[in-house]
């Protein structure tokens, strides 16, 4: 018997790996391509919990090399961006040095994992001859009308002196120094995906995504169909317009809400409020948009200034509050506490009327305790008294059009993309500023418009880029006059070079197209899409957006990215998030020194449910450990005894083909590996009681265990006489008839009662499985027989009376 020695063995096989490549192109075969989200390369390197998605994908790759596809499975780095700018700051470094040794890193350990990476498709984003055709995307869509400069409110951290993504700002505070932010208006690029917005909405029912993320999806963009609404303020000549989605309860509106940043917020303000209300609005201001909608703790101002109902002249107080945000519908809200939670909760706050409109079955409740928001029946709703609500949401925005109160509209949640940061480390925006012909696109044949090399690349605190600052790069001349210009200061951010990244891995070395129209018809799009549920929104609508684009203008042929996500879980220590700031991150290096890569990627997958999140524990390892020393004994114990093949090892075979496949199909990967255990115990019985296993079942459980631990895989493939890879196979098929049971065994009941579990012929007829059950059971069987029932392979159960 020989002993697994994992060193050894795995360093034996990395070597013929990189000799004779396990997944060729022949041209033959099909493609699939399987994709792992590209990591930022952070200066921490790689925990356990990122080994989890590439030990899942690169399964995935490899079962599918052996379902007879050619696999496409790429790497690169996402490495502009935030992240590594703040990470080179911190460090006191220039990002080009500390992201090139970042990424060295990082690469070294994904090796560990033994992934078939084609590291010939590497892409990073910080490559000229990547980011050339990033910002050639980004000149078409400048050219179609969809990239465009408007004055926006950012967040703003005065001690850092730099702008704020909202992921960036906790409680109002800078999440780095822990400032209090601020807004600031600056001029922004912005994208205009808002044109997209149906097609990325109805296009979500063709995927085969998990359905939470489809929600999130259609939740983010948020459409929704109702009207604006007019309201007079009381004694002043301007009025307030709503969008509102239920028109049909406007009699039930007993306050408006305006958000802070409303043209009229101040001028609202009433003499006697105006100290108050200003004191609000600039502690607003203050806070990000996420912690405003996401604070369960209402909060708010009254101007002292009345709106008038149109339908029945009331008198609406007119409240300031931080919930309502200035670019979702138009920054006012009309308010009907009785049928919404949030308007609810304020109205009982501020003591302010609850007037119900929509009753169940028609009956009005005397002090509502909470929102009533099913449907049901108008009440004290003038004439629409009496219409089912259903009916009145359909029909009373087309009514109060007809009477000039309102206008029918569709709205979104979802808003056109800020698309500048005003920091060193991204992408230069490829613009010309000239006098005479405004912003004019760097022309195409002069891309990349490469980001020149600074020391000092800290952000200004004037709210522009580092770029701004030399002069030499700036004064430019005019592409379409020749006159003096100005280059654009701010840079694209992070998510510019992640939204198309994998399509340019099929065709990485193209220096005259994004991508071949013959790779990507061959090649694209992606078929298996893995990675966290954290980018679940925001990175994979803007991936959806690109693809449209690029769809739209002739680049490829298909409109969506991705076939098939799949959302691993996150792994956690100690009750958190792994991170270094917590002390709790576990680095796989020592994992692999001690176990081998084999040990750790099958206890990356046993660990849990892989779309759950779960806590490590590195004791776990152990347990795997011991079951590949197991299965390595079993083969090796046996590879030379020659044992002819039994009934029984034939269905064991049989049934383990099966049950791995079924669960591998399901994505159930923790129970594949508690499943290879049950069978490697099985096999191991059955070698007692047989004097061995035959070479068939041998094989075919090396097949299986392959993608899982693939250096043992091919150790064992080799023992067992192969001389080719045994990635080289076919993945086995089950056998329906050999993996039946001769015997089953049932339960006997009476009355439902189980009395006996009995064993009967898996093909008995129900005649002899009943007669079979009676028998058992004859000494209990007292009364008159009223029935008997044979559910197959399951229970006999006798009724009596």
């Known amino acids: 018997m020989s002993s697994y020695n994992h060193k050894e063995v795995e360093s034996k096989w990395r070597k013929k790996w990189e000799a004779n490549p396990v997944n060729v192109n022949d041209g033959k075969k099909p493609k699939y391509y399987c994709l792992d989200m590209f990591p930022y390369p952070s200066g921490s390197g790689l925990h356990v919990g990122h080994w989890r998605g590439y030990v899942i994908s690169d399964v995935w790759s490899r079962y599918k090399m052996l379902k007879g596809y050619y696999i496409i499975h790429p790497m690169g780095w996402d490495a502009f961006g935030l992240p590594a700018e703040n990470y080179a700051i911190k460090m006191g470094v220039h990002p080009k040095k500390s992201t090139a040794e970042n990424v060295a890193n990082i690469k070294r350990q994904i090796n560990e994992i033994a ?128 969008y509102t989605t239920r028109p049909d309860t406007l009699y039930g509106a007993t306050f408006m809400v305006l958000a802070p940043e409303h043209e009229l917020a101040k001028s609202l303000a009433t003499d006697d409020k105006k100290a108050e209300v200003e004191d609000y609005i600039f502690k607003a201001s203050m806070r990000s948009s996420v912690d405003r909608l996401q604070d369960k703790e209402k909060t708010g101002v009254f101007t002292g ?97 007809s009477r000039g109160i309102g206008k029918k509209t569709t709205n979104y949640k979802l808003r056109d993309w800020v698309f500048s940061r005003q920091r060193y480390w991204g992408e230069p925006i490829p613009i010309v500023h000239c006098e005479h012909c405004g912003a004019v696109p760097v022309p195409e044949d002069q891309l990349p418009l490469l980001l020149p090399e600074v020391e000092s690349y800290q952000p ?110 996150m792994i956690g220590k100690d009750g958190a998030k792994m991170s270094k700031s917590k002390g709790n991150v576990v680095s796989p290096d020592e994992l692999v020194n001690d176990y081998g890569c084999d040990s750790l990627r099958m206890y ?21 450990y011991r079951f590949i020393n197991r299965f390595w004994n079993l083969v090796t114990d046996n590879k030379e005894k020659n044992v002819p093949a039994t009934k029984e090892m034939i269905k064991v075979r049989n049934k383990m083909i099966y049950d791995i496949t079924s669960r591998l199909e399901g994505f159930s990967l923790n129970t594949v590996v508690s499943g290879f255990m049950e069978y490697n115990n099985k096999l191991i019985d059955l070698a007692k009681k047989e004097g061995g296993i035959d070479k068939e079942t041998l094989e075919t459980a090396v097949i299986l265990l392959a993608p899982f631990i693939p250096h043992i895989g091919e150790d064992l493939w080799e023992q067992l006489g192969h001389e080719t890879s045994v990635f080289e196979n076919q993945w086995p098929e089950h056998d329906e008839e050999a993996m039946k049971d001769d015997e089953i065994e049932v339960a006997v009941q009476i009355n439902g009662k189980t009395r006996m579990v009995i064993k009967i012929a898996a093909d008995i007829s129900k005649e002899d499985a009943i007669a079979a059950g009676r028998e058992a059971i004859a000494d209990k069987l007292t009364g008159n027989v009223v029935k008997e029932i044979y559910v197959p392979g399951r229970i006999i159960n006798i009724v009596m009376k």
């Open 115 to 242: 992934a078939i990476y084609d590291w010939d498709m590497e892409v990073n984003t910080t490559d000229p001859e990547f980011y050339k055709w990033t910002q050639w995307i980004f000149v078409k869509m400048f050219k179609a009308g969809l990239a465009y400069e408007k004055q926006m409110p950012i967040n703003w951290c005065p001690s850092c002196k730099t702008g704020l993504a909202n992921e960036e700002v906790v409680n109002g505070e800078c999440e780095r120094c822990g400032s209090p932010v601020t807004k600031k208006n600056l001029r922004q690029w912005m994208l205009k995906i808002t044109a997209y917005a149906d097609r990325l909405l109805d296009d979500l029912d063709k995927l085969d995504w998990p359905e939470k993320v489809k929600k999130m999806q259609s939740d983010w963009i948020g459409k929704s169909y109702g009207a604006e609404v007019d309201f007079a303020v009381e004694g002043r000549e301007e009025t307030v317009k709503v």
């Open 305 to 401: 200034s009345y709106a008038v109902n149109p339908l029945n002249g009331a008198m609406v107080p007119i409240w300031i509050s931080d919930y309502v945000l200035a670019d979702y519908g138009t920054g006012a809200i009309m308010c009907v506490p009785a049928h919404d939670d949030r308007d609810f909760d304020f109205a009982t706050k501020f003591n302010i009327p609850i007037i119900q409109v929509i009753a169940k079955d028609g009956v009005e409740v005397e002090n509502l305790t909470e929102a009533y928001t099913e449907a049901g029946i108008m009440i004290n709703s003038g004439e629409f008294n009496g219409m089912n609500s259903a009916d009145a949401k359909r029909d009373v925005p087309g009514i109060l059009e």
């Open 460 to 569: 200004t605190g004037t709210g522009e880029s580092p770029l701004a600052d030399i002069h030499e790069w700036v004064n430019t001349t005019c592409p379409v006059c020749g006159g003096p210009a100005k280059r654009e200061t701010n840079t694209m951010p992070q998510w510019a070079g992640s939204s198309w990244y994998f399509l340019r891995y099929v065709d990485s070395h193209n220096t005259e197209e994004l991508v071949s129209k013959e790779k990507a018809e061959k090649l694209l799009p992606v078929d298996m899409y893995i990675g966290g549920v954290e980018h679940a929104v925001l990175h994979l609508l803007y991936s959806r957006f690109y693809t449209k684009f690029l769809n739209d203008i002739g680049v490829i042929d298909f409109d969506e990215p991705f076939t098939r996500l799949f959302n691993q879980g």
């Open 604 to 624: 990356e997958l046993f660990v849990g449910p892989p779309e759950l999140d779960s806590e490590w524990d590195d004791r776990g390892i152990d347990g795997v």
